[in-house]
Each structure stands twice: as structure tokens, then as C-alpha cells.
Nanobody, 118 residues
Framework: VQLQASGGGLVQAGESLRLSCAAS????????VGWFRQATGKEREFVGR????????YYTASIKGRSTLSRDIARNTVYLQINNLKPEDTAVYYC????????????WGQGTQVTVSS
């Protein structure tokens, strides 16, 4: 499966963004789609995931409570909306896919830049 992340941009603190992860090549059926981010000079950080079949979501503390993961089955796309963005959310955001609950992220999107100004 090939993934393409989009939807990043430059926003002010307190605003929202919806990131998209569009899949092609095959359906995301039976996959888990995860989101990661990497700020300049820092290691890549896992921020959340959604099971394609179940719709069950998980968020790390860094975005929990102000984020929503959703999926559009018809579009084979996963969305990550982050509200109340903070300057510390500034990073390149990546989506990745793992088959089932293996945790082996086998496919990665190219990343989309999110910049939050204070």
C-alpha cells in the first residue's frame, strides 16, 4: 500500500488542522494506520493510530483530548484532526500502515509540515 500525507500548513496557536493520509494500491482493510511526527532535531514520535476495520483509536498524551482520528472507507483515507494547536506541535507529520496489530509499520507517507506560530 502506498500512502500520501497532506493537509499541513502554517497556522497560529489555537487553530486547527486536519491532516489526510490517502492510500492507494490496495484497500486499507485489515491495516492499522498510525501517525507520527518529527520535529527538527528530535526523534520521530508516535502520536496515534486507528484500526481500519474496527475504528478503534489510540492517542498519546501529546495530542489526546484535542485530536480526532477518523477514516473514510470510500476514499481509503485516514484523517487526523488536531485542535488547539500549540507551537510544540510544529513538526513533519507522517502516516504509516501496519498489517493488523503487528506494530510493524511497513508503509510510510512522505510527510506533511505543520508549523504553529505563537
Amino acid at each position: 500500500v502506498q500512502l500520501q500525507a497532506s493537509g499541513g500548513g502554517l497556522v497560529q496557536a489555537g487553530e486547527s488542522l486536519r491532516l489526510s493520509c490517502a492510500a492507494s494500491g490496495r484497500t486499507l482493510n485489515a491495516y492499522t494506520v498510525g501517525w507520527f511526527r518529527q520535529a527538527t532535531g528530535k526523534e520521530r514520535e508516535f502520536v496515534g493510530r486507528v484500526g481500519w476495520n474496527s475504528g478503534v483509536t489510540y492517542y498519546t498524551a501529546s495530542i489526546k483530548g484535542r485530536s480526532t482520528l477518523s477514516r473514510d472507507i470510500a476514499r481509503n483515507t485516514v484523517y487526523l484532526q488536531i485542535n488547539n494547536l500549540k507551537p510544540e506541535d510544529t513538526a513533519v507529520y507522517y502516516c504509516a500502515a501496519a498489517l493488523g496489530a503487528t506494530g510493524k509499520w511497513e508503509s510510510w507517507g512522505q510527510g506533511t509540515q505543520v508549523t504553529v506560530s505563537s
